[in-house]
C-alpha cells in the first residue's frame, strides 16, 4: 500500500499488488481512543467489550474494565486523564474534548505509534479554511472546555506541547476521527488512526472497515487492481443523495463526485410510495429518543405498531422510513422478549437490506445475523442455518474469518445443527 497524490482529493492512498474480495489490507492500533459518553459504564474501556458486571477505577469511578488485565493495559492511556475526569466532576467532557485530553498526553509521553506510518498527526488535514462562523465558533468553544478539562494536569497553555495547536486540534478531529463500532456494527468508541485518514470517500467503495475492540481493520470488499485508488463510505448507504452530500460538506468538506452521487441511482427507491405515510414515517422516528427502560420500549413498539397498521399499503418496505421503523419495531420487541413479532419484522427488512447493502455489506451480515438467532429461538432450525449461510458468504469478506463475529456465528451454527438433531 502506498500514499499517493489523487486528483482533486489530495492524498490518497492505492495499492502495490492486485487483490481479491475478502484481504486483509491493514491492521491499524489507534493513536487515542475513548468510549462514547453514551456508552460509557457498559462497555469495557480497554477491549470495547460490553459487559453487565464491569470492574470501576478506584479514583475516578467513572472508567470500566472487564477485569485486572484490561485495567492495567489501559492504565497508560488513563493515569493522567483519570484525575483529569475526577476535577470536573459532576461533569464529564465531550467525547471530542476527552479524545483530545488523550492525544495531548500521548503527544506529551512521546511514545511513538505504528498507525502513524504512512501519515502522523501533524500530516492530517484540518481543513480550517472551509471552516464558516458558526463551526468556528463551536471549536473555540471546545478549546476552552479542554483546557478547564485539563487543568490539575497541565495548568497553562505555555505547557501544552509547543508543536500543538488545540483549535486546529480539535478542527483535525472533527474530520478524521473514526466512530469504532462493535461487532453489531453499533457505535461504542471514537478514535483516531493517522494512516487510515488517508482513505478518500466513495458512497459504492471498494474496501471496508471493520473494528475488533479498539483495532481498525480495512478489507477489500471487491476485485481491486494495481494502482487503483482505495476508498471507504464515510456515510450511511441507506441515505438519500442530497443528505449523503449535505453530511459530506459539513463534517468533512469536501463534494463527493462519485458514480452513485452522480446518477442519484437509488433515491427513488428511498422515497417510494406516499409522500405523506413516509414523511409520518420519518416523524415516528425522529420523535424516538434512545428508550432504555421496558415502559420506553413499550411506547417505541406501540408507535410502530400504529404505524405499520395505518399505512401498510400505502408504502413498500424498500422506502427507508418504512425500513427503519420495521427495524425500530424488531428492536423493541427483542427488548421486550417478543421473540415471534420481532422475527416477523426482521423477515420483511431481509429484501430491502438486500437490495440496499448489495455485495459484500457488514450490515446486511449483522442483519441476518440477527434474523437467523429469531429463527433459532423459534425452534426453525433448518432456516436459521440457512441464514446463517448468507451471513456468513458476506462476513468471510467483510470481517474474516478470525474475527470474533464469525466466532459468534459458528457457535450459533453449531446450537442449530444441534436443535435439527433432537427434533
Ligand atoms: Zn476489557
Ligand atoms: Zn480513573
Ligand atoms: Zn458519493
Request: overall charge neutral; glycine content about 6%.
Amino acid at each position: 500500500m502506498e500514499k499517493f497524490a489523487s486528483p482533486g482529493k489530495g492524498n490518497g492512498l492505492r495499492l502495490l499488488r492486485p487483490v481479491k474480495p475478502g484481504e486483509l489490507l491493514y491492521r491499524a492500533e489507534p493513536l487515542a481512543y475513548v468510549v462514547t459518553k453514551k456508552r460509557l459504564g457498559g462497555v469495557c474501556e480497554r477491549c470495547l467489550s460490553s459487559k453487565k458486571q464491569l470492574l470501576r477505577c478506584s479514583q475516578c469511578k467513572v472508567a470500566r474494565y472487564c477485569d485486572a488485565h484490561c485495567q492495567k493495559e489501559a492504565w497508560q492511556d488513563h493515569r493522567r486523564e483519570c484525575k483529569c475526569i475526577k476535577s470536573v466532576e459532576p461533569n464529564f467532557p465531550p467525547d471530542s474534548v476527552r479524545l483530545v485530553g488523550r492525544i495531548v498526553f500521548k503527544i506529551l509521553g512521546q511514545t511513538p505509534c505504528p498507525s502513524e506510518k504512512l501519515y502522523s498527526f501533524s500530516d492530517l488535514k484540518s481543513n480550517t479554511e472551509d471552516l464558516n462562523e458558526e463551526m468556528k465558533e463551536g471549536l473555540g468553544h471546545l478549546a476552552t472546555t479542554l483546557l478547564l478539562y485539563l487543568k490539575v494536569e497541565i495548568h497553562d497553555a505555555s505547557q501544552l506541547p509547543p508543536t500543538l495547536d488545540i483549535f486546529q486540534t480539535f478542527a483535525k478531529v472533527t474530520c478524521n476521527s473514526f466512530s469504532i463500532s462493535n461487532g453489531e456494527m453499533q457505535g461504542v468508541g471514537v478514535g483516531l488512526y493517522p494512516s487510515m485518514s488517508l482513505l478518500n470517500n466513495s458512497c459504492d467503495p471498494n474496501c471496508v472497515i471493520i473494528f475488533e475492540g479498539p483495532q481498525l481493520h480495512l478489507r477489500s470488499i471487491r476485485e481491486i487492481q494495481k494502482g487503483e485508488e482505495l476508498t471507504i463510505s464515510y456515510v450511511e448507504t441507506m441515505m438519500l443523495t442530497s443528505e449523503r452530500q449535505q453530511h459530506l460538506k459539513r463534517q468533512y468538506c469536501f463534494e463527493c463526485d462519485c458514480l452513485m452521487c452522480h446518477t442519484k441511482s437509488k433515491d427513488a427507491d428511498m422515497l417510494a410510495g406516499d409522500e405523506k405515510a413516509w414523511k409520518e414515517a420519518k416523524e415516528v422516528i425522529n420523535k424516538m429518543g434512545a428508550p432504555k427502560s421496558k415502559e420506553e420500549w413499550e411506547q417505541v413498539l406501540l408507535m410502530c405498531q400504529t404505524f405499520l397498521r395505518n399505512n401498510s399499503s400505502q408504502l413498500p418496505d424498500t422506502n427507508i422510513y418504512q425500513l427503519k421503523v420495521l427495524d425500530l419495531a424488531m428492536d423493541a420487541c427483542i427488548n421486550l422478549g417478543l421473540l415471534e413479532e420481532a422475527l416477523s419484522y426482521g423477515n420483511r427488512t431481509l429484501e430491502p437490506y438486500r437490495f440496499y447493502y448489495s455485495g459484500f455489506h457488514p450490515l446486511r451480515a449483522v442483519q441476518l445475523m440477527r434474523v437467523a438467532k429469531l429463527q433459532y429461538s423459534q425452534e426453525m432450525f433448518s432456516q436459521a442455518l440457512e441464514t446463517l449461510k448468507q451471513a456468513y458468504d458476506i462476513m468471510k469478506v467483510t470481517h474474516g474469518t478470525e474475527h470474533s463475529l464469525v466466532h459468534d456465528l459458528m457457535m450459533l451454527k453449531e446450537d442449530c445443527e444441534a436443535g435439527l438433531l433432537s427434533e
